[in-house]
């Protein structure tokens, strides 16, 4: 057998997590409660993942996608940035990808949205926008981003979208949702971080 059918077949435990994680994720976007704080369903899924990643990478790596192939990369990706009650997990994705972008793998748009969920997490401003948090009347927006100007030009050093693309993009979906979101609850949120190790 071929060693990139082997590395398929591997790799597919991670693939079907990700893919129900994001089944879930429309699941509880339709009805509305996604928005509602960190949904218990979701957040199970998330801690199972996290799990079935550990076990990945502890056996194999992260990875990367010129071994892995995009598919299997971008699942691992997924899993990680979703498993936000545990920040060692988002932390040590960070820094294989920031190993793998110097080392010219096509991961800067997993990067930049890593690294700025992490920065938000950790109460430092995003850099690059990728954090659309849902505002007043059903408006999204990049929630504590440095400044847009300052986050097109990162985002044109590592060859990502621009931000207007971005926030169309993000526009254009939340007009699919059924529900409008409340704007998030800040006091919730910071309370979160806290029992989840982000912030003393």
């Given at each position: 057998m071929m060693i990139i059918e082997i590395q398929k077949q591997v790799g597919q435990e991670l693939i079907d997590a990700a893919e129900y994680d994001t089944a879930i994720r429309i699941e509880l976007e339709q009805d509305g409660s996604l928005f509602?704080?960190?949904?218990?369903?979701m957040q199970?899924?998330?801690?199972?993942?996290a799990v079935i990643l550990t076990k990945f990478v502890t056996?194999?790596?992260?990875p990367i996608p010129s071994k892995w192939g995009q598919q299997i990369h971008e699942a691992a990706w997924l899993i990680a940035i979703h498993a936000i009650s545990k920040p060692d997990i988002l932390r040590s994705a960070l820094h294989e990808l920031q190993k793998a972008l110097s080392n010219g793998e096509f991961v800067a748009e997993q990067y930049a949205?890593?690294?700025?969920?992490?920065?938000?997490?950790?109460?430092?401003?995003?850099?690059?926008?990728t954090q659309f948090f849902p505002g007043k009347h059903g408006q999204w927006y990049a929630h504590?981003?440095?400044?847009i100007e300052n986050a097109e030009k990162k985002r044109s050093a590592i060859g990502m979208i621009s931000f207007a693309q971005n926030q169309k993009e993000i526009d254009e979906w939340a007009a699919t949702l059924l529900t409008i979101p409340a704007p998030?609850?800040?006091?919730?949120?910071?309370?979160?971080?806290?029992?989840?190790?982000?912030?003393?």
């Open positions: 509602e704080g960190y949904h218990p369903k199970e899924v998330h801690e199972r993942n056996l194999h790596g992260w949205r890593l690294f700025d969920r992490i920065a938000l997490y950790e109460g430092r401003q995003q850099e690059y926008g504590d981003l440095d400044s998030i609850n800040e006091e919730k949120f910071l309370q979160f971080l806290i029992e989840a190790g982000w912030r003393n």
